[in-house]
Protein backbone atom coordinates (compact mmCIF):
# COMPACT_ATOMS: atom_id res chain seq x y z
CA UNK A 1 0.00 0.00 0.00
CA UNK A 2 2.82 2.05 1.09
CA UNK A 3 4.42 1.51 -2.31
CA UNK A 4 0.76 2.41 -4.48
CA UNK A 5 1.06 5.95 -2.42
CA UNK A 6 4.45 6.02 -3.83
CA UNK A 7 4.25 5.20 -7.23
CA UNK A 8 1.06 8.00 -7.29
CA UNK A 9 3.22 10.89 -5.51
CA UNK A 10 6.10 10.35 -8.31
CA UNK A 11 3.62 10.27 -10.95
CA UNK A 12 2.18 13.05 -9.65
CA UNK A 13 5.53 15.22 -9.10
CA UNK A 14 6.83 14.06 -12.49
CA UNK A 15 3.97 14.84 -14.41
CA UNK A 16 2.58 17.48 -12.53
CA UNK A 17 0.96 19.58 -15.29
CA UNK A 18 -0.42 16.84 -17.02
CA UNK A 19 -2.00 15.30 -13.98
CA UNK A 20 -3.48 18.35 -13.02
CA UNK A 21 -5.15 19.17 -16.79
CA UNK A 22 -6.44 15.28 -16.36
CA UNK A 23 -7.97 16.70 -13.11
CA UNK A 24 -9.12 19.63 -14.77
CA UNK A 25 -10.52 18.14 -17.73
CA UNK A 26 -12.82 15.15 -15.52
CA UNK A 27 -13.98 17.85 -13.23
CA UNK A 28 -15.23 19.73 -16.21
CA UNK A 29 -17.07 16.22 -18.26
CA UNK A 30 -18.29 15.70 -14.77
CA UNK A 31 -19.94 19.23 -14.47
CA UNK A 32 -20.86 18.91 -18.38
CA UNK A 33 -23.31 15.91 -17.42
CA UNK A 34 -24.12 17.52 -14.31
CA UNK A 35 -25.52 20.55 -16.60
CA UNK A 36 -27.61 17.99 -19.45
CA UNK A 37 -29.26 16.05 -16.51
CA UNK A 38 -30.37 19.82 -14.91
CA UNK A 39 -31.55 21.00 -18.51
CA UNK A 40 -33.23 17.93 -18.80
CA UNK A 41 -34.99 18.06 -14.96
CA UNK A 42 -35.97 21.46 -16.16
CA UNK A 43 -37.40 20.94 -19.46
CA UNK A 44 -39.26 18.00 -17.49
CA UNK A 45 -40.69 20.42 -14.68
CA UNK A 46 -41.54 23.43 -17.49
CA UNK A 47 -43.97 20.47 -19.60
CA UNK A 48 -45.32 19.76 -16.38
CA UNK A 49 -46.62 23.17 -15.16
CA UNK A 50 -47.42 24.12 -18.44
CA UNK A 51 -50.05 21.00 -18.53
CA UNK A 52 -50.71 22.12 -15.07
CA UNK A 53 -51.88 25.53 -16.47
CA UNK A 54 -53.63 23.62 -19.05
CA UNK A 55 -55.71 21.78 -16.62
CA UNK A 56 -56.34 24.87 -14.58
CA UNK A 57 -57.80 26.97 -17.48
CA UNK A 58 -59.90 23.60 -19.21
CA UNK A 59 -61.40 23.62 -15.08
CA UNK A 60 -61.90 26.93 -15.06
CA UNK A 61 -63.68 26.84 -18.45
CA UNK A 62 -65.77 23.98 -17.20
CA UNK A 63 -66.76 26.03 -14.18
CA UNK A 64 -67.84 28.76 -16.19
CA UNK A 65 -69.83 26.65 -18.69
CA UNK A 66 -71.57 24.86 -15.58
CA UNK A 67 -70.13 21.22 -16.17
CA UNK A 68 -68.61 21.32 -12.83
CA UNK A 69 -70.00 23.60 -9.38
CA UNK A 70 -67.99 26.06 -7.81
CA UNK A 71 -67.15 24.03 -5.15
CA UNK A 72 -65.82 21.30 -7.29
CA UNK A 73 -63.68 24.04 -8.63
CA UNK A 74 -62.46 24.88 -5.57
CA UNK A 75 -60.96 21.52 -4.72
CA UNK A 76 -59.71 20.87 -8.25
CA UNK A 77 -58.09 24.28 -8.49
CA UNK A 78 -56.65 23.94 -5.05
CA UNK A 79 -55.41 20.58 -5.30
CA UNK A 80 -53.50 21.43 -8.95
CA UNK A 81 -52.18 24.60 -6.94
Not at 19 to 44: H, T
Not at 45 to 70: A, F, M, P, W
Amino acid sequence: MLDNIKQVISYISSYEDLFIKEKLDASLEEQRKEDISNKKLLSQYEKRVKDIDNLIQHIYEDNISGKITDDRFATLSLNYE
